[in-house]
């Protein structure tokens, strides 16, 4: 299972940098998340200010 982003993203791109595995990248109105990369560690949940990231 992986983290998705919701739509409470505000594009701050404050997760990509806490991904140890660089699942996330910047998209055209929020971050996106690779499935294939995400681990499932939450390290992107633990910096968001708007909890945009989510378990699936």
């Known amino acids: 299972m ?3 982003i919701n739509d409470n993203c505000i594009n701050c791109c ?6 140890p595995t660089g699942a ?3 998209g055209d109105d929020k971050v ?4 294939e990369k995400c681990i499932d ?14 378990a699936e």
């Open 41 to 54: 560690c939450a390290s992107c949940a633990g910096v968001c200010p708007v909890d945009a990231p989510v």
């Open 24 to 26: 996330i990248s910047e």
């Open 32 to 35: 996106v998340i690779d499935a």
């Open 14 to 19: 404050s997760c990509i940098d806490e991904c």
């Open 2 to 4: 992986a983290f998705k």
